[in-house]
Nanobody, 123 residues
Framework: QVQLVESGGGSVQSGGSLRLSCAAS????????MGWFRQAPGKEREGVAT???????TYADSVKGRFTISRDNAKRTVSLQMNSLKPEDTAMYYC?????????????????WGQGTQVTVSS
């Protein structure tokens, strides 16, 4: 069965960096778009970044220039490098598999999700 397992969350001060990783199994990883999403308490889940099978990327405006998504098809992993972190980046972060090979920042287009990893940024 499809499994997505995130790691790398933690607590950091404003301006710091964290790197999240997600290991995928149970499907043909290289054929699908992968995305990172986040959800803060009381807020809807929002798309942060996506990466297509050809490596093309999209980012939410709020993280452009600070976050970088990457994937390693051989290792079946997707990563999110987060720099210049701000308190408003505090959330539970999830990796997800898109239903299709194209990418979307809409959570409705993703059919499998990891359990999430907490990121907390203090001011």
């Amino acid at each position: 069965q499809v499994q997505l397992v995130e790691s790398g969350g933690g607590s950091v001060q404003s301006g710091g960096s964290l790197r999240l990783s997600c290991a995928a199994s149970g499907y043909t990883y290289s054929r699908y778009c992968m995305g990172w999403f986040r959800q803060a308490p009381g807020k809807e889940r929002e798309g942060v970044a996506t990466i297509a099978m050809d490596g093309s990327t999209t980012y939410a405006d709020s993280v452009k220039g600070r976050f970088t998504i990457s994937r390693d098809n051989a290792k079946r992993t997707v990563s999110l490098q987060m720099n210049s972190l701000k308190p408003e980046d505090t959330a539970m972060y999830y990796c997800a598999k898109e239903r299709n090979y194209w990418c979307s920042l809409s959570a409705h287009e993703y059919d499998y999700w990891g359990q999430g990893t907490q990121v907390t940024v203090s001011s």
